[in-house]
């Protein structure tokens, strides 16, 4: 008798554990649009050069690819990261995508890290196809079929113009197949563009 109380108690426990253990929630994964713009795996190049001085180059190689779910038992989002790398005292561009599933838009950020010291270079929104800025960001998006940086013609831009508080850019760019394409700078009104680029999709 007291054997099968054992059993039965055993067998309770394993059920209580079994039904307390979180479940998988509905996979949310990034739109095809928002991997069109921003999936660039390990390895990619871009040799971005200055406006005002095009003998100058600086190329970042993208590093530290990882794209998967976060949290399945929570939100159960795609998450997509990496870093564009210049070398040593260059600031290192970290792209960071989630997914915000079909009803939602998906987050895009761009943080700049300078010697270890980590910003905000911009956030906005994608659904969809439709990119969009951040509730009371100040910022603007805009969207150009052709655009030209300085010599250089790129196809389905998207250009944030960020607020004009923003301690470090006035202006972002981001391209179809191609990524982040340039930057225009507060300091000295600088404008660095990516020249040459070779994109491992």
Same mark, same amino acid.
């Given at each position: 008798?007291?054997?099968?109380?054992?059993?039965?108690?055993?067998?309770?426990?394993?059920?209580? !554990?079994?039904?307390?253990?979180?479940?998988?929630?509905?996979?949310?994964?990034?739109?095809?649009?928002?991997?069109? +713009?921003?999936?660039?795996? @390990?390895?990619?190049?871009?040799?971005?050069?200055?406006?005002?001085?095009?003998?100058?180059?600086?190329? +970042?190689?993208?590093?530290? /690819?990882?794209?998967?779910?976060?949290?399945?038992?929570?939100?159960?989002?795609?998450? !997509?990261?990496?870093?564009? @790398?210049?070398?040593?005292?260059?600031?290192?561009?970290?792209?960071?995508?989630?997914?915000?599933?079909?009803?939602?838009?998906?987050?895009?950020?761009?943080?700049?890290?300078?010697?270890?010291?980590?910003?905000?270079?911009?956030? /906005?929104?994608?659904?969809?196809?439709?990119?969009?800025?951040?509730?009371?960001?100040?910022?603007?998006?805009?969207?150009?079929?052709? +655009?030209?940086?300085?010599?250089?013609?790129?196809?389905?831009?998207?250009?944030?113009?960020?607020?004009?508080?923003?301690?470090?850019?006035?202006?972002?760019?981001?391209?179809?197949?191609?990524? /982040?394409?340039?930057?225009?700078?507060?300091?000295?009104?600088?404008?660095?563009?990516?020249?040459? +680029?070779?994109?491992?999709?």
């Amino acid at each position: 008798m007291k054997a099968i109380k054992y059993f039965s108690l055993y067998i309770f426990s394993c059920s209580v !554990m079994f039904s307390c253990k979180p479940k998988e929630q509905t996979k949310h994964s990034l739109h095809e649009s928002t991997k069109e +713009y921003f999936l660039v795996r @390990d390895q990619s190049k871009y040799h971005f050069t200055e406006a005002n001085d095009t003998s100058q180059t600086i190329t +970042y190689t993208s590093k530290n /690819f990882i794209n998967n779910q976060a949290n399945p038992d929570i939100e159960n989002s795609e998450i !997509m990261v990496y870093d564009l @790398d210049a070398g040593a005292g260059k600031t290192v561009f970290t792209v960071r995508c989630e997914s915000g599933g079909s009803e939602f838009k998906d987050r895009i950020a761009l943080l700049a890290n300078n010697s270890g010291s980590i910003s905000i270079a911009a956030v /906005f929104f994608n659904q969809g196809g439709n990119f969009s800025a951040a509730n009371g960001s100040g910022d603007s998006i805009f969207f150009h079929s052709n +655009y030209l940086l300085n010599d250089k013609l790129f196809n389905d831009v998207v250009r944030v113009k960020l607020n004009p508080s923003h301690p470090a850019y006035t202006e972002l760019y981001f391209a179809k197949n191609t990524g /982040f394409i340039g930057r225009k700078e507060k300091k000295d009104d600088k404008f660095y563009y990516a020249k040459r +680029y070779s994109v491992n999709k």
